[in-house]
Antibody
Framework: QVTLRESGPALVKPTQTLTLTCTFS??????????VSWIRQPPGKALEWLAL???????YYSTSLKTRLTISKDTSKNQVVLTMTSMDPVDTATYYC???????????????WGQGMLVTVSS | QSVLTQPPSVSEAPRQRVTISCSGS????????VNWYQQVPGKAPKLLIY???LRPSGVSDRFSGSKSGTSASLAISGLQSEDEADYYC???????????FGPGTKVTVL
């Protein structure tokens, strides 16, 4: 059974750096075809993809946020960490981590999601 | 503003059929697979359709997906009250080098 769980601060102040951790089980990020992504959803709004890390440590970032984002993995701990700098109230959202499964030659799909955690940016 | 376009909402009576459209371009839907996600209010999204028209194990066959050119569709037949949710299409975008989500469509069962 695949599970993912997000953890981190529920409240951050403007200009601070947010660090979120995704702890997962039921699969290994060292397995070919496995990837983990971060996706966020502001209250009442649509899903927005943020970042993706592949089993081979290849990384992709949202073009609009790439200067503020860093994604990394610790395969031994089954964790993926996302840092986002210069937090602003508009970054208030529920942040999800999700597993991306891909067959060779395709871009894949998010087949398992964490429950999400609400991060509020406020002074 | 999303690069994928969906209607904001659709509604239909129970047991009827609804279709949700998702329009994109050659850099996303036209060249990559489309996936659909269902999000019940207050819950995490759930994979509904992948690789254009495949259903994960456990997803009802009342849900079906299709794609033609740069557009895709999700159909829900035999509409039930439990189908009330937001539905998102998604596809990899070659220009943005990452996945993009549509703005979502709210399905209401009258």
């Amino acid at each position: 059974q695949v599970t993912l769980r997000e953890s981190g601060p529920a409240l951050v102040k403007p200009t601070q750096t947010l660090t979120l951790t995704c702890t997962f089980s039921g699969f290994s990020l060292s397995t070919s075809g496995m990837s983990v992504s971060w996706i966020r959803q502001p209250p009442g709004k649509a899903l927005e993809w943020l970042a993706l890390i592949h089993w081979d440590d290849d990384k992709y970032y949202s073009t609009s946020l790439k200067t503020r984002l860093t994604i990394s993995k610790d395969t031994s701990k089954n964790q993926v960490v996302l840092t986002m700098t210069s937090m602003d109230p508009v970054d208030t959202a529920t942040y999800y981590c999700a597993r991306l499964t891909a067959v060779a030659g395709t871009n894949g799909y998010f087949d398992s999601w964490g429950q999400g955690m609400l991060v509020t940016v406020s002074s | 503003q999303s690069v994928l376009t969906q209607p904001p909402s659709v509604s239909e009576a129970p047991r009827q059929r609804v279709t949700i459209s998702c329009s994109g371009s050659s850099s996303n839907i036209g060249n990559n697979a489309v996936n659909w996600y269902q999000q019940v209010p207050g819950k995490a999204p759930k994979l509904l359709i992948y690789y254009d028209d495949l259903r994960p194990s456990g997803v009802s066959d009342r849900f079906s997906g299709s794609k033609s050119g740069t557009s895709a569709s999700l159909a829900i037949s035999g509409l039930q009250s439990e189908d009330e949710a937001d539905y998102y299409c998604a596809a990899w975008d070659d220009s943005l080098n990452g996945p993009v989500f549509g703005p979502g469509t709210k399905v209401t069962v009258l």
